[in-house]
């Protein structure tokens, strides 16, 4: 079953970047400062949201609920992208 969303195109400009469409952006939760991983498959290209869990549970106790840790985690992403919003600069 295809959808809308199956069937969107981009372009890519001069710098190699390209635009991913809002609805895609808002179904995944991709915001500003996500950062994004290219995988090659045997079918092209799949890129995913790379998750920040290589420190997950690192700095809090193990009997810590995995709701309350992924609520940090949250905390912790938003505050990232707050501070990557205000110190960035365009080119």
Do not use: C, N, Y
């Not at 991709?30 to 949201?49: A, F, H, P, S």
């Not at 106790?61 to 600069?89: C, L």
Request: glycine share 6%.
């Amino acid at each position: 079953m295809s959808t809308d969303t199956d069937e969107k195109t981009t372009r890519i400009t001069r710098k190699g970047q390209v635009t991913i469409p809002k609805e895609l952006r808002e179904e995944f939760g991709l915001e500003e400062g996500d950062e994004l991983r290219w995988e090659k498959t045997e079918d092209g290209i799949r890129i995913r949201k790379v998750t920040q869990s290589a420190g997950r549970g690192m700095l809090v106790d193990d009997d810590v609920s995995e709701a309350k840790r992924e609520e940090m985690v949250e905390e912790m992403e938003a505050e990232i992208r707050d501070k990557r919003r205000s110190e960035w600069q365009p080119e």
